[in-house]
């Protein structure tokens, strides 16, 4: 019987969440997929390369590499009287003083960076993935109460007909019980067109050929002990190690006050005229730019000023997300009370309505009687069935504001 149902549907064990009408793989397997396909995931790995280029270039000789120049000189357009001169040399870049030090810093800092950074998004994905999830499972739960209220008002119409068929009931009561079978039909239609919205949700983060298995039941996740040490948070993490590259930034750009000075050894030979021995000169030169000036002090000034907004936004996000911890510990206090409280109605609900399931068979009641108690258990039973969910999600905001990922 439909009684029987929703019985189910609320005497799951802790920690289980209502079976759906199509249940999904597990909210980790569905946040991996979904993770499979985020664009940082996808371009993780070329960044990766790009941070090892960065430390192989910090531990290099010469800031660039270094340039071969070549010349040649003749007369031959002019007085053409066999004058030669050919140059060649090799022009070295020099790093300036601390340039390689602070260079090799930054490439530290933003190698740690990156993997905050991927951590972090990861995060933010979670957050999308487990609200698509537990609103696809309260979906379910309101479909699967639909379909059962459905059948058990079917069952009552059919009862109801051949009872007055039979002339133990009105005509009347024959159009209640098909009204009633109705309106039941109605909830269904809508809890299902909820149920493909909510389904389309999570196809749009696990991608569209993602389709969900025929039977399978939703599990909570772990719920972390409340008297541990919170890890460190992905948000906080990233903010850190942007705080961390700005302030490398910051101290390269200072170093960086010119252009990097070049060293030229070069070697020339030449001839005055047509007929002379060709003479060799090695050539030993320095570059030294001058300073730049007011564009050095802009990058300084800027690599600062994001130093600084780090800074800033580390205080103000740490402190959100203590908020958002003792919130998400509250959450689930009270949602524990309401599966309680919900479990212990849905229980009496259940009882009240075996006993006017007799009484109406006898003829003791009457049928707007039976209606109305068949309708107050059904919202007991859909109010357990959403506590549990509830709790469930409440877990899940809770494990979010202490930046563990689906498990």
Request: no cysteine; proline share 5%.
């Amino acid at each position: 019987m439909a009684a029987a149902l929703l019985a189910a549907l609320v005497n799951l064990a802790p920690g289980v969440a209502t079976a759906q009408t199509a249940a999904a793989p597990s909210l980790k397997e569905l946040f991996e997929t979904a993770w499979a396909r985020q664009p940082e995931s996808l371009s993780l790995q070329a960044r990766r390369d790009a941070v090892q280029a960065q430390r192989r270039a910090a531990e290099a000789w010469t800031p660039e590499p270094p340039a071969l120049e070549a010349s040649h000189k003749t007369d031959r357009l002019t007085r053409n009287d066999g004058a030669r001169e050919l140059e060649v040399g090799v022009a070295v870049p020099l790093w300036l003083p601390g340039e390689r030090r602070n260079t090799s810093a930054l490439a530290d800092a933003e190698a740690a960076a990156l993997g905050s950074r991927a951590e972090a998004a990861r995060l933010r994905l979670a957050a999308s993935v487990r609200e698509a999830w537990w609103n696809w499972q309260r979906a379910g739960v309101e479909a699967e109460i639909a379909r059962a209220q459905l059948d058990s008002a079917r069952r009552l119409a059919a009862d109801v007909a051949r009872r007055a068929k039979a002339g133990e009931l009105a005509r009347a009561d024959q159009h209640q019980a098909d009204g009633a079978v109705a309106a039941a039909e109605a909830a269904v239609a809508q809890a299902e067109a909820g149920t493909t919205v909510a389904l389309q949700q999570l196809k749009s983060l696990a991608g569209g050929t993602w389709a969900p298995m025929a039977t399978a039941s939703a599990v909570a996740e772990p719920e972390p002990p409340a008297a541990a040490e919170p890890p460190q948070h992905p948000a906080l993490a990233e903010l850190r190690d942007r705080a961390t590259v700005a302030e490398r930034a910051a101290a390269l750009a200072s170093t960086q006050s010119r252009a990097n000075p070049e060293l030229t050894l070069a070697t020339t030979r030449d001839r005055g005229a047509s007929g002379e021995r060709y003479g060799q000169t090695v050539t030993l030169a320095v570059r030294i730019p001058f300073g730049a000036g007011p564009r050095h002090d802009a990058r300084v000034a800027s690599a600062r000023a994001d130093a600084a907004e780090a800074q800033a936004q580390l205080a103000l996000d740490r402190a959100r997300l203590q908020s958002e911890r003792e919130s998400a510990v509250a959450r689930v206090q009270a949602a524990r009370s309401q599966l309680a409280a919900a479990e212990r109605r849905a229980t009496l609900a259940r009882e009240t309505r075996g006993f006017f399931e007799k009484s109406f068979r006898l003829g003791e009641t009457d049928l707007p009687t039976r209606l109305r108690i068949d309708a107050e258990a059904t919202e007991a039973e859909r109010q357990a069935a959403r506590s549990r969910i509830e709790l469930a999600a409440a877990i899940s905001a809770w494990r979010q504001a202490l930046g563990l990922l689906p498990q």
